[in-house]
């Protein structure tokens, strides 16, 4: 559950500018203030369903564009190239072989 969590606020922070108004804020409340379904439901006068499927509805949503663009993906990659970056040029000495070919990896992810 929390990976899945973790996961959809990532996905929110890089897609968040392709919803509306009402998902982001369907979603912010749930995802970032820990709102309950009841909750956001009496804040918008609405039924517990309509928010349930509101923000199901995005959450497919937000996989679709990360289907499409891959910004989590390539973001992981990244990250990832980092630390690598990171440990090899920590070590003592410093391989400079590796360090080029990391940061070559990094130039070529899009």
Not at 60 to 71: F, I, T
Not at 92 to 99: E, R
Request: proline content about 1%; hydrophobic content about 40%.
């Amino acid at each position: 559950m929390l990976a899945k969590t973790t996961r959809v606020n990532f996905l929110f922070d890089f897609y968040q500018m392709l919803l509306t108004a009402k998902q982001r804020s369907y979603m912010s409340l749930y995802y970032l203030d820990d709102y309950s379904l009841g909750e956001i439901a009496d804040e918008y006068d609405v039924s517990r369903q309509a928010v349930y499927d509101n923000i199901r509805r995005t959450e497919a949503m937000l996989e679709e564009y990360e289907s499409k663009l891959l910004l989590f993906e390539k973001f992981q990659k990244r990250a990832k190239m980092i630390d690598q970056l990171r440990e090899a040029a920590g070590e003592k000495p410093a391989d400079i072989s590796t360090l080029l070919s990391i940061v070559d990896s990094l130039e070529k992810l899009e």
